[in-house]
Every structure is written in C-alpha cells, then in structure tokens.
C-alpha cells in the first residue's frame, strides 16, 4: 500500500515563506513523478507544480517564479518551497504521485496517489 504524507502546511503572513514537504512510502519500485495540486473553496483544484524523475518541472502560471520544487528520489520525498506567499495562495495543498509499486512479488502496478492534503493559509 502507497502512502504520500505531507506536511509543512500553517499560517503565514503575505510576503512569508512556507516549504511543503510530501514523502511516499510503501513497496515502490520507481517513481514517474511528483506534484502538488491545490484547492481554494468553491473552486476546483489546480496544477501548483510537478517535478518528474529526470528533473524537468512544469509550474502552474500563477507561481510565477516564486515556488520552486524539487525531488528527492533517494528519499521518495518532493519539496515545494513557497516564497512570496499572497492572499490567495490560500488553500489545501495535495501532493500527488505517479509511481510504480510492486502488488504481488513480481508484478508491477503503474498507478496514481493523493496525499490528505495540508491547509496553508496567508493572512495577515
């Protein structure tokens, strides 16, 4: 069983840093890549950032240069530093995995994973 646990997540004042931590754990046998999605209420959730195996990232158009994310293969583990936080980065933040796992000894299940998300909330 794949587990994603994230966590970093809290209150922060605009201008203010947060640096969001998600490990995957379980029977994997490699990981295709690693992301964070979010969701403000009423709205539906959307691309923060991916990170794959190669290292090639994709952000979605609101960062704008101000989260930066990164993997860590050895420990299974994505980080998304946030820096110039706003108002409306306010949400849940999901980490979200692409991975194999082993299902049975020798045999292999390509498959998509969702953390329980982490609050992350700008206010002053």
């Known amino acids: 069983q794949v587990q994603l646990v994230e966590s970093g997540g809290g209150l922060v004042q605009p201008g203010g840093s947060l640096r969001l931590s998600c490990a995957a754990s379980g029977r994997i046998f490699s990981i295709y890549n690693m992301g964070w999605y979010r969701q403000a209420p009423g709205k539906q959730r959307e691309l923060v950032a991916v990170?794959?195996?190669?290292?090639?990232?994709d952000y979605g158009d609101f960062v704008k240069g101000r989260f930066t994310i990164s993997l860590d293969n050895a420990k299974k583990t994505t980080y998304l530093q946030m820096n110039s936080l706003k108002l409306e980065d306010t949400a849940v933040y999901y980490c979200?995995?692409?991975?194999?796992?082993?299902?049975?000894?020798?045999?292999?299940?390509?498959?998509?994973?969702w953390g329980q998300g982490t609050q992350v909330t700008v206010s002053s």
């Open positions: 990170v794959r195996s190669g290292g090639s990232t």
């Open positions: 979200n995995a692409e991975l194999d796992s082993w299902v049975e000894t020798s045999t292999l299940l390509k498959d998509k994973y």
